[in-house]
């Protein structure tokens, strides 16, 4: 490039001396830049080992897990990724840590989430509904108070049918006040399965809402819950008493579980 | 997918896809582009993640700014490449078209500098490690890198550009033409200009009591 470079100041050498220079200061990229830009995919085990729910696909960005779905084709999944999230796709050589042990569990414990891009009140509804233990069931109308708009049910439901991590964000521990267990993003078999297999006791469920008890109380405590509240489950068959709902169970002189926390 | 993104060229680098002289792998990444938007994806970041990263660190000065801006770059380079028919992805000139999107990243980030709070700077970053030069060979390009890439901040902002684009990034004046939307002839005086310059701050720069890099 002497033909552009020939300013004529000190020497040819001293500017070939600078091009040079320049030249070096070339860099490669870091090695975790790419990780800031793609996400990574993996196919792992689910938690069922039959069913709707096997073939569970991963992607993840360097932030943790983004999306969750299962039964799809690998071409589906990177279009409805692609769809979801307009980020690039790789695939990755191990999941991240932890993901096997949540989905196989039913317990985040230290995996991180990836929840950039969800609307606050959809990201409110998932951190509610993230804080239901495994083999528990919350109402829709739970959520929605935890999630800071008490009013806004039906809302709540179309933000776990958007939930981009299922399984991981256990929106199927989200049910119906009346016993039933309501949609689910991979179908209503599907939830029916997962909680069955988490020891949720469906048909008891289901049995009390259809007398119109929707929370269970200690007559030795004075303290109610949800039905499938550890501690509703330890309350003695003798001492057991149910209620319509919280305000019956408050004028009767009891008060809302601390763990559970009835609404 | 709707794109509508300043940073996009306006009218993209079309052609003969992949420059055989300076760009020999161009082809290979369109074609890979057109097969798979993430496997050419992938092909497009393993190609010209050493042309963005260096330029984008060359331009802002910033190992981390650096970073941002590439992520950047590529990240709506890919957005880009999903909304485009196969036809304009078959015709694009990667390297041209992506360093575009870098270098528009680039000065928008410039125009909204004001707005955020400083990093640290280059000379506080670590510098990229070359397994392929010895540790007396790495400490020396090292010293004479951070007084020219501190000059380098000191150019106006074109010639920085063009000088960089030229010389670090060893484009052809063709192709940074395009990336600048700039007639040949304007880069060819700004690489001129901007080498001149960057003489003259070295001597100034040699004396005591001055300082590179601080604009």
């Known amino acids: ?263 | 997918m709707t794109v509508t993104d300043e940073a996009l060229p306006r009218s993209p680098a079309a052609g003969p896809a992949g420059d055989p002289v300076g760009d020999p792998v161009g082809a290979e990444v369109v074609a890979a582009l057109v097969r798979d938007l993430d496997v050419g994806f992938a092909a497009l970041y393993e190609a010209y993640r050493g042309a963005v990263f260096s330029t984008a660190l060359r331009l802002c000065g910033r190992w981390a700014e650096a970073e941002d801006l590439s992520a950047e770059a590529f990240l709506r380079a890919y957005r880009a490449l999903a909304g485009y028919a196969p036809g304009r992805v078959a015709a694009l000139r990667p390297r041209p078209w992506l360093l575009t999107i870098l270098a528009n990243v680039w000065r928008n980030s410039l125009r909204s500098a004001a707005r955020r709070p400083a990093a640290a700077p280059l000379e506080d970053a670590p510098d990229p490690p070359d397994p392929g030069e010895g540790v007396e060979d790495v400490a020396a390009r090292r010293e004479t890198g951070r007084e020219l890439a501190a000059l380098l901040a000191a150019l106006p902002e074109m010639q920085r550009a063009a000088v960089v684009l030229r010389h670090v990034t060893d484009l052809p004046v063709a192709e940074i033409a395009a990336v600048l939307d700039l007639p040949e002839g304007t880069v060819k005086s700004h690489i001129s200009r901007g080498l001149a310059r960057l003489r003259e701050l070295r001597a100034a720069g040699r004396d005591p009591g001055q300082k590179g890099g601080v604009r």
């Not at chain 1, 996400?39 to 689910?46: L, N, P, W």
């Not at chain 1, 083999?135 to 935890?146: E, H, I, L, N, S």
């Not at chain 1, 309350?235 to 019956?248: K, Q, Y």
């Open chain 1, 1 to 263: 490039m002497s033909g552009i470079d020939s300013g004529g100041i000190g020497p040819g050498g001293a500017a070939d001396r600078l091009e040079a220079e320049l030249a070096g200061l070339a860099a490669d990229a870091p090695p975790a830049l790419l990780d800031r830009i793609a996400a990574r995919r993996v196919h792992v085990a689910g938690p069922l080992e039959e069913g709707p729910l096997v073939g569970v696909q991963v992607a993840f960005t360097d932030r943790g897990v983004a999306y969750l779905r299962v039964g799809m084709g690998e071409r589906e999944f990177a279009e409805a990724f692609r769809a979801r999230f307009a980020r690039p796709l790789l695939p990755a050589a191990r999941p991240p840590a932890g993901l096997v042990p949540a989905l196989r569990t039913g317990r985040l414990g230290g995996l991180a989430l990836d929840l950039r891009g969800l609307g606050d009140f959809e990201a409110a509804v998932l951190r509610a509904a993230a804080q239901i233990p495994r083999g528990q069931t919350r109402p829709y109308a739970w959520v929605a108070r935890r999630a800071g708009r008490p009013k806004a049910v039906r809302a709540v439901g179309s933000a776990l049918g958007r939930n981009p991590v299922p399984l991981l964000i256990p929106c199927h521990r989200v049910t119906r006040s009346d016993g039933s267990l309501g949609g689910y993003v991979f179908g209503a078999d599907a939830k029916e399965r997962l909680l069955r297999a988490e020891d949720v006791d469906v048909d008891a469920v289901a049995e009390l809402a259809r007398r119109g008890v929707r929370l269970v109380g200690s007559d030795t405590t004075g303290v109610v819950c949800y039905p499938t509240c550890g501690d509703a489950r330890r309350i003695a068959p003798g001492h057991r008493r149910g209620f319509r709902d919280l305000a019956a169970a408050r004028a009767a002189g009891y008060r809302p579980c601390e763990h559970c926390r009835p609404a």
